[in-house]
């Protein structure tokens, strides 16, 4: 269970049942008032080395931007929701390429205002549209703190229309099982090789953990989705990938098998990220490789188109021999 050793808040948060309940869980973890939630300058000048001890706060406010981003993957909109930042500290997260080194978990207490946007636009619309809610944050892992994730799909179980979406690296479900739904929720499950998540996603959940957990929401119901993410290109990594698209065709139920669309998406890195690495983690395996990378604007990194070919070909053929029924929404 994550102990914040410092909250940083914006005094309006009282103003707000969540945030009253948040201020009572914590009462007794020092606090310091702040005037904005996004600019707290003592973390933002903090040394890249800091990295792992700024994760170690928690920083409650108010959400103030609720700008929807047209998406064309398994949802219609990315949607501001109730965290942004995280408190384990996967090596590329793009999270901390968008807010540097103030990736730490941030929380927003005004979910009723949010929640009302979502379901006002989702009946507005003459077609059936779904909302990613879980793009700024891991809201499985947000949710052992605020207990939100119940809370949001309750509330918009009884929409006439509208579906809510949001992937997790973590496996602490159990929350959400016996909620009522009605089908309006898809939980995607974002996987990598065993090997890898121990390296590089640090501080979420191990592969046997999370294929447990997506087993366990497709039998309470909800939609599923598994998403391979971020392939990295190791030095071995068609034999880890091969390893762990074996090990979901075994280990998923027949439930998930018969239902799970897939999305792969290969890494970005970014010259951010490996400067904060080096600082932060000495001694962690390097993600950049100046042989397999190209630029591609403001100090972002992508593979070289071939061997993203490469990289896609295969991926597409091996899931196409495992999982020969299910669709595969893109690789990107
Ligand atoms: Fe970023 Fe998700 Fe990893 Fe958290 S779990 S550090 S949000 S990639």
Same mark, same amino acid.
């Given at each position: ?170 496996? $602490? ?59 990295? $290109? ?99």
């Amino acid at each position: 269970m994550f102990k914040p050793k410092t909250i940083y808040f914006e005094k309006d948060i009282i103003n707000y049942e969540l945030g009253k309940e948040l201020m009572e869980k914590y009462k007794d973890i020092p606090k310091i008032e702040i005037a904005n939630h996004n600019n707290i300058e003592e973390l933002r000048k903090s040394e890249n080395k800091e990295f792992l001890n700024l994760k170690n706060n928690l920083i409650i406010g108010v959400r103030k931007t609720h700008k929807f981003v047209e998406n064309h993957k398994v949802s219609d909109y990315l949607v501001p929701y109730t965290s942004s930042g995280c408190s384990a500290a996967c090596m590329y997260c793009y999270l901390v390429c968008n807010y540097n080194k103030c990736s730490y978990l941030r929380l927003f207490v005004n979910r009723e205002q949010m929640l009302e946007k979502i379901i006002k636009t989702a009946e507005k619309s003459d077609r059936e549209l779904t909302f990613e809610i879980g793009s700024n944050s891991d809201l499985i892992l947000e949710n052992t703190i605020t207990s939100n994730l119940p809370w949001t799909i309750e509330n918009f179980k009884n929409t006439s229309k509208g579906m809510l979406t949001f992937p997790t690296k973590f496996d $602490m479900v159990d929350d959400i099982l016996n909620v009522d739904h009605q089908g309006k929720v898809i939980t995607r499950m974002s996987v990598n090789p065993d090997e890898i998540i121990k390296q590089v996603e640090l501080g979420t959940s191990r592969l046997n953990g999370r294929i447990e957990a997506i087993n366990k929401l497709k039998e309470a119901g909800y939609k599923v989705g598994i998403l391979i993410a971020p392939v990295i $290109m190791v030095d071995n990594w068609k034999e880890l990938y091969l390893e762990l698209i074996k090990q979901l065709e075994r280990d998923l139920s027949e439930q998930v098998k018969k239902e799970a669309f897939f999305e792969v998406i290969f890494m970005t890195y970014s010259y951010v990220h490996t400067k904060i690495n080096e600082d932060a983690f000495p001694n962690a395996i390097n993600l950049y490789s100046k042989a397999q990378m190209t630029g591609r604007g403001r100090g972002k990194y992508m593979y070289k188109n071939e061997l993203r070919k490469d990289g896609e070909i295969f991926v597409r053929e091996q899931l196409g021999k495992y999982f020969p029924n299910n669709k595969i929404l893109y690789v990107v």
